[in-house]
DNA sequence: TCGTCTGTACCGACTGGTTGGTACATTAAT
DNA sequence: ATTAATGTACCAACCAGTCGGTACAGACGA
């Protein structure tokens, strides 16, 4: 598995950005599983093939590796998943949220329930017992909102939406209710749960719907 | 902090249940800051003021502690937030669960946003890691919902909600929807993300009810 | 074109402290 | 005098982090 001296299974690139990666992605996936504390760095070092002296010259800390996790967690999720149900400015919005939901619920459907939301899952565990990482967490979910608050306000300045509502709130509650939705299908490990949600979501969204 | 060997500040009852609470009170703070993985049994030794051979006369192991806090939890739990809620038979179900919501609300105002919910927080931590924390928490919330299932069903053979909601369904997203808020309240630190999600479900129970 | 020098990339043994858990002596109540 | 309850010393495994050292590529002077 690990790249013994000689052979070169990693092409002895010396390349710096390679092993940095490879530890990420090792980290990602063992902390998604076992959360922050439950993920040793020799569990991490073991899984990457990646030596601890040659970890120590990439990363501070296990603080700083875990930042750099979120940095990569975020690139990928708002490259992945928010941005490309937004992506065009004169679509329905009340149709970009949809598809948000939608794809919420097919990446729990890919993972087969396990994992559930990396950013929820760190928020749970660290927000009252680490300040650093509450406060870049607090900042992913703040973006995540503002989009959903935007498209909502279009959708309530082109007139499809009630005049009663207050986009802000329900950017709130729709993240708070994926996140919670996720945790509850982790916890069931029944994808149905999620779809009920997401169905639930849909009709809530509807209420504000101008159908006239 | 802790009673030394000759102070009885616990006055040296020899009471074997005090101990046992001791315990469970202590780790259930300290895990619900820090979690299962994130409290030692040190940190719940030197919090309760027991010593480890004692300990481990009343508990098996840490993984039975974690077990007896749950059962704790669940009792407090129906006891002091679900079933006054739903004491009185025949009152109207959906103020019923307007109570709970803003029982939950309170709870987190009462708590500064901190500690978050206990089920969830394990729920989030374990349940890709240990079935039997799985299940047993698995177990809470389907009693919590099937709580609200029956008032929404109540409800609904009442008259006061219409023929198309699905009462499993609302149960699901309810349950859902108030850990996630209470997660992002956490995450926030801002009550009035509690009252906002508070609010949103109550519309979207509204819309739901018959109102002619 | 050879040798040396320098900086990047990498290794695995080691450290001090913590973990969950055990062994066993001691105390207090019956 | 038993026995239930408790304290203390201890253990091996594990933790994050450090250390001294190595391998090697490219730069540079001879």
Redesign the pocket.
Known sequence: M??T??TPTTP?T???R??REAVIAAATKLMRLHGYHG?????VLRES??????F??YFK???ELGYAILDQLVADFLARTLEPCFADPEGNPIAQVHCLLDRVLEAQRGRHCVGGCPFGNLACELSDVHEGFRGRLAGVFSTWRERLTRAVGDAQARGLVTADCAPAAVAHFLVASLEGAILMTKLTKDISVMEQCVAEMKRYLASYEVTA
Chains 1, 2 share one sequence.
């Open positions: 690990s790249t001296h000689t002895r010396r390349d710096s390679a092993t993920t040793s760095l020799d569990d093939g990646v030596g601890k002296g040659n120590y010259y800390s296990k603080e």
